[in-house]
């Protein structure tokens, strides 16, 4: 089975998005990428029906190569990314609080330390239709710089070296969503200086982050 380690966890982590309360059906997708190949989650599965076996394998300008279902209809963002960036991985979600944040933030400001796993403060890509190449061109802008951003009014993209990375960065960006949405109803949240985000950075680059994030 080609890319048969890519597609056994990109399946592992696809049963985890509707528990991790990321995603309501079978919206979002997971993607691994292994020399000019991709791995991606197939379009409309029910994620409980998921195996390796049928995660879709594709080349990297886009031609099928295995997999009994056609892939997610993101590939084009998958792929925009893939060329342009050096992620090996890519998880895409409509995870509540950082949807909720999109529709009416730019940006998600420095207001925790952890945006400095994620590059920094979390940039909004502009609105355009779902699986199109406009929202390809958007998000690849959106993520210069950074490992995650916002979609208008549609949910959060992140990038990593492996899937787990991807993933924890994903669970991140959703807690400082939800964190930053509450203080909101607070006051005005204070915020980190840019210094200060790359001294934390500097601090996590070797942390061995898998599935989760640091204290």
């Known amino acids: 089975m080609l890319l048969a380690s890519q597609r056994q966890t990109i399946a592992r982590h696809a049963q985890r998005l509707r528990p991790d309360g990321l995603v309501v059906g079978v919206a979002g997708n997971i993607s691994a990428r292994a020399g000019e190949q991709v791995a991606i989650t197939p379009r409309g599965l029910d994620y409980d029906e998921l195996t390796p076996e049928i995660v879709a394998v594709v080349e990297l300008e886009g031609g099928a190569v295995e997999g009994e279902f056609a892939p997610s209809t993101e590939l084009p963002m998958h792929l925009a990314i893939y060329r342009r960036t050096g992620a090996q991985a890519i998880v895409h979600t409509h995870a509540p609080y950082a949807t909720a944040l999109s529709m009416v933030l730019d940006e998600i400001p420095p207001v925790h330390y952890l ?3 994620l590059g ?3 940039r909004t890509a502009p609105y355009a239709t779902p699986g199109s190449e406009q929202l390809a061109a958007y ?5 210069e710089g950074r490992s995650a951003a916002l979609l208008q009014s549609h949910g959060t993209i992140a990038i990593g070296e ?4 991807a993933y924890a960065r994903t669970l991140i960006l959703e807690s400082i969503a ?3 949405h509450r203080a909101r109803m607070v006051g005005e949240p204070r915020l980190l200086s840019a210094a200060e985000l790359d001294r934390v950075a500097e601090g996590l680059r070797e942390y061995p982050m898998g599935e989760g ?3």
């Open 115 to 117: 945006l400095a796993e």
């Open 120 to 122: 920094g403060p979390v």
């Open 139 to 143: 998000v690849e802008r959106a993520l």
């Open 162 to 165: 492996t899937v787990e990375r």
């Open 178 to 180: 939800a964190a930053y």
């Open 213 to 215: 994030a640091p204290a």
